[in-house]
């Protein structure tokens, strides 16, 4: 059973278009996150949910919307897209709490192109 | 959160240990040395984390000095499955904040 799941895998659409990724976690964490890792390789947070609540936002384009329908999903939306955006995304979870030293588990990405 | 160094790639024999350095010289008393994992193609894996003292679990051994300035991150058998780029990260409250640098990219070889 995997961990934390993502969907899709790739996706390849056109600049300007609005695109979604899933995550879903069944670890039974509270906390969730998504990264990005760029072509240089570079992976960089850019958002957490604890239960349902926003907790991180570094700096991210409004363009980018995350959803947390519960505290088991986070998912990433995105309008319009723009070839900047081209990078692979990777969802995350992890206990949560007051836990200091906490293990992330990720998901397997999501490689967006955008053309 | 304080600066990692690694280097760039690594070469190890399959079956020989892997030891894969780090240097935090500028590590404040209250922050952890983690190590992660990526596989290519796979999402980043936990590997092990530590404070002051030395930790070991099924996957490797952490070895961090006296003064807490560096660490050695040790496979003991290094096999094929285990060439993956290799991060190091310190910092005090992970709360999702990791930041990945370049990392060492390990080749195990047959």
């Known amino acids: 059973d995997t961990a934390v799941s993502q969907t899709p895998k790739y996706l390849v659409t056109q600049m300007g278009n609005d695109k979604s990724i899933k995550c879903e976690q069944n670890?039974?964490?509270?906390?969730m996150y998504w990264y990005k890792q760029d072509s240089k390789k570079f992976l960089k947070i850019m958002f957490s949910?604890?239960?349902?609540?926003?907790?991180i936002n570094e700096t991210v384009p409004n363009r980018f919307s995350p959803k947390s329908p519960d505290k088991a999903h986070l998912n990433l939306h995105i309008n319009s897209l723009e070839l900047g955006d081209s990078a692979v995304y990777f969802c995350?979870?992890?206990?949560?709490?007051?836990?200091?030293?906490?293990?992330?588990?990720f998901g397997s990405g999501t490689q967006l192109s955008v053309l | 959160d304080a600066k990692t160094t690694q280097p760039t790639s690594m070469d190890c024999a399959e079956g020989r240990a892997a030891n894969l350095p780090c240097n935090h010289s500028t590590i404040s008393g209250n922050e952890y040395v983690y190590w992660y994992r990526q596989i290519h193609s796979q999402g980043p894996q936990y590997i092990i984390h530590g404070l002051k003292n030395n930790e070991t679990n099924e996957m490797a051994s952490l070895i961090i000095t006296e003064d807490r300035k560096s660490s050695t991150l040790i496979l003991p058998h290094a096999t094929l499955r285990d060439t993956a780029v290799y991060y190091c990260i310190a910092l005090y409250n992970q709360g999702g904040k990791l930041i990945f640098g370049q990392g060492t990219e390990l080749s195990v070889k047959p």
């Open positions: 949910y604890n239960n349902k609540e926003l907790i």
């Open positions: 670890l039974g964490h509270d906390t």
């Open positions: 995350a979870s992890s206990q949560g709490g007051t836990a200091i030293n906490e293990k992330l588990f």
